[in-house]
């Protein structure tokens, strides 16, 4: 088709824009018989392109007005036989042809932002910016028709896709409200239940990170699958709220679900070390130690805690391995001290 888009143009500009496009279509038809299976269809895409391009648009759409709504579906197919061929700039240009004269029909922009998406998979998802065309063109859609199930479809996808667990599961929601295929719909049920874990999780640190702890408690515990993170959230909530047995049980749980995990061993030890329970917490420093990767803070606090009950050499031991991990000013001062309560 591109090779014979200049020669069209011109054997069309000879032709008045009174003409009926039956004898229009005719003459251009003849003007590109090198190709024996040119069809009306690729007449209509070629002008379509054109005007995508910022040619003779106003003399275009006199030709095309005609007989409109087959000057659009043709071209409109020809489009898709570019885009399913991988020529995605040309399909852009004959669906931006269409638009103009659709007055921007919004299954068209539709098929614009599906064109660009495959785009950006063409390049391996290096082109970032194609996927936010395509998004931006989909919010477009959902402006001029605020339920059409295909554009909420795809971005619920986007959404989930971006880690937006909460916006992907309303327009899921909204999909399953508007849509009629039914096969979609129950994939999108199976979708909605995976997000329910999600946006709980997304839900609860929103207000974690506001400083509703009640209200972020109340999120963490709706999430069904158990897993150490939310575990280790709800405890930082609980302890926030003052219900200190309640974020030692989430911890233990935390640590249950993630054992090498040297961080919950060290927030539970210091829960314990907070309350002045030293030895519980010299306890759960020592179970991280031996069982989750090596870390020169458990160290260090286990070695206040044996500060705390007098064992200053099991401390000096502590602070010095602790030292050894990671040469700090303040590191170095405890051990010095210890150095000399020890008497070394």
């Known amino acids: 088709m591109k090779e014979d888009i200049i020669y069209f143009k011109e054997k069309s500009e000879e032709l008045g824009q009174e003409v009926s496009f039956p004898i229009f279509a005719s003459y251009c038809g003849a003007a590109l018989k090198k190709n024996k299976n040119i069809e009306v269809k690729h007449i209509l895409a070629t002008m379509m392109y054109l005007i995508g391009q910022g040619e003779e648009v106003e003399y275009y759409k006199t030709l095309l007005n005609k007989d409109l709504e087959f000057s659009v579906r043709s071209a409109i197919s020809v489009a898709d036989e570019f885009s399913e061929e991988g020529d995605y700039d040309t399909a852009l240009s004959i669906y931006h042809g269409a638009l103009i004269i659709s007055d921007n029909d919004y299954r068209i922009l539709f098929n614009i932002a599906l064109t660009f998406e495959k785009k950006y998979l063409s390049t391996d998802g290096k082109e970032e910016n194609l996927m936010k065309e395509s998004e931006r063109i989909l919010h477009l859609v959902l402006d001029k028709k605020e339920n059409f199930p295909p554009a909420i479809y795809k971005l619920g996808y986007i959404a989930k896709n971006k880690g937006n667990f909460l916006e992907a599961k309303l327009y899921f929601e909204k999909f399953i409200k508007y849509s009629e295929d039914e096969l979609l719909k129950s994939e999108i049920r199976e979708e909605i239940d995976i997000l329910s874990n999600d946006s709980l999780l997304e839900e609860g640190l929103i207000y974690f990170e506001n400083r509703k702890y009640p209200e972020a408690i109340e999120s963490f515990k709706k999430i069904k699958t158990p897993s150490s993170n939310v575990e280790y959230y709800l405890a930082m909530s609980y302890l926030q709220v003052g219900e200190i047995e309640s974020a030692i049980k989430s911890l233990e749980n935390a640590i249950e679900l993630e ?21 519980e917490a010299i306890k759960i420093y020592s179970l991280g130690i031996e069982n989750a990767e090596t870390n020169y803070i458990i160290y260090a606090n286990r070695s206040l805690g044996y500060t705390m009950i007098g064992e200053y050499k099991k401390a000096l031991e502590d602070i010095k391995i602790a030292y050894e991990l990671n040469e700090d000013e303040a590191l170095l001062a405890r051990y010095e001290e210890l150095k000399g309560i020890v008497g070394e």
């Open 259 to 279: 054992p090498n995990n040297w961080a919950f061993y060290n927030d539970l030890g210091y829960v314990y070390f907070d309350n002045n329970l030293y030895l």
